[in-house]
């Protein structure tokens, strides 16, 4: 697991995720707000959900990908049990969600996120590579 939830951020939860590339660093971003809707090991991929981000600066492309996870999960209540994204860049991506709809019955809700904020984000190169720090209002 590359990702980490963050202390000290009031009411609201955070977590920081790396990768090698941009596109690595969001799937793992990805999988950190969708262990929050459910722990991953409970989720089978029975269904396919697909995102496209538009072109932009990482750091908005961060919080449109993020929130159409939140999107999914409020509107469709899908959870998605693995994340993968194509390349990303400042020309736009396309993600492949694999997940199920959110049984109350077998899944562990961790957090009841209602939004993806700009609050404290950060996204930029490492030396390893790059890094994700996004803020959830809970």
């Not at 990908?65 to 209540?77: A, C, P, Q, S």
Request: hydrophobic content about 45%.
């Amino acid at each position: 697991m590359a990702y980490e939830y963050l202390d000290g951020v009031g009411g609201d939860a955070a977590l920081r995720a790396t990768g090698p590339t941009l596109a690595l660093a969001l799937a793992d971003a990805a999988r950190g707000l969708s262990a929050m809707f459910a722990d991953p090991s409970e989720v089978h991929a029975k269904r396919t959900a697909w995102v496209d981000v538009a072109p932009g600066e990482p750091g908005d492309q961060a919080v449109e990908f993020l929130g159409e996870i939140v999107y999914l999960f409020d509107t469709e209540g899908f959870v998605a049990g693995d994340v993968r994204v194509g390349s990303a860049g400042a020309g736009g991506f396309r993600a492949e969600l694999r997940g199920e709809a959110y049984d109350p019955a077998r899944h562990t809700t961790r957090a009841a996120v209602k939004a993806v904020t700009y609050h404290a984000l950060d996204v930029g190169r490492t030396n390893g590579g790059w890094a994700v720090r996004v803020t959830f209002d809970l």
